[in-house]
């Protein structure tokens, strides 16, 4: 895996609104295709991740810096704020989530966060921008809260609030 394999990019839903994300390039030096990358019966050269924790506005989700990130909405209202947004939008997988803590394992950059009221329980000289609720501004921590430890990396995806992953839902009668 090269040192940094992905970046970000401004991505427009169909209603022209931007949503910061991560851009992952999947890897050609291997012989297995990852995971995250086959998409049904296709293979993707790339894939996209939220940068921060969404906002949702208007009931779509958005992924953007310094705001405060939604709160009080139920599983299947993520989801539908995700997908509303047109084709291929969706809420993060548990195989995009594994492969970002893959990466963080692999690089020994496992992501510090808001786990005491704005910093890290571990680390308190590590802290975001707090909103008066006791949540960080998306975005807001230091570097180390990137799930690879640079400023291209998924933030936020230790403490501050849930991070509900899509995938595999079984249900019990």
Not at 157 to 173: C, D, K, P, Q, S
Request: proline fraction near 5%; charged fraction near 20%; hydrophobic fraction near 35%.
């Amino acid at each position: 895996m090269n040192a940094v394999d992905h970046n970000n990019v401004v991505i427009f839903d169909d209603r022209g609104i931007p949503s910061i994300m991560c851009r992952f390039v999947r890897p050609k030096d291997t012989e297995e295709v990852p995971a995250v990358f086959k998409i049904g019966d296709k293979v993707a050269d790339a894939i996209y991740i939220s940068k921060y924790p969404n906002i949702v506005i208007d009931g779509r989700a958005y992924s953007m810096p310094m705001a405060d990130p939604t709160v009080n909405i139920t599983f299947d209202e993520a989801v539908q704020a995700c997908r509303c947004k047109g084709l291929g939008w969706h809420l993060m997988t548990a195989v995009e989530y594994e492969y970002l803590l893959n990466q963080s394992r692999e690089k020994g950059t496992m992501p510090h966060g808001n786990t005491d009221w704005g910093k890290d329980y571990y680390h308190n000289d590590e802290q975001g921008k707090v909103s008066n609720l006791g949540r960080t501004y998306t975005g807001t921590g230091p570097v180390t809260w990137n799930h690879d430890h640079t400023p291209y990396g998924v933030s936020d995806l230790n403490g501050n609030v849930w991070e509900w992953l899509a995938g595999l839902r079984a249900i019990m009668t």
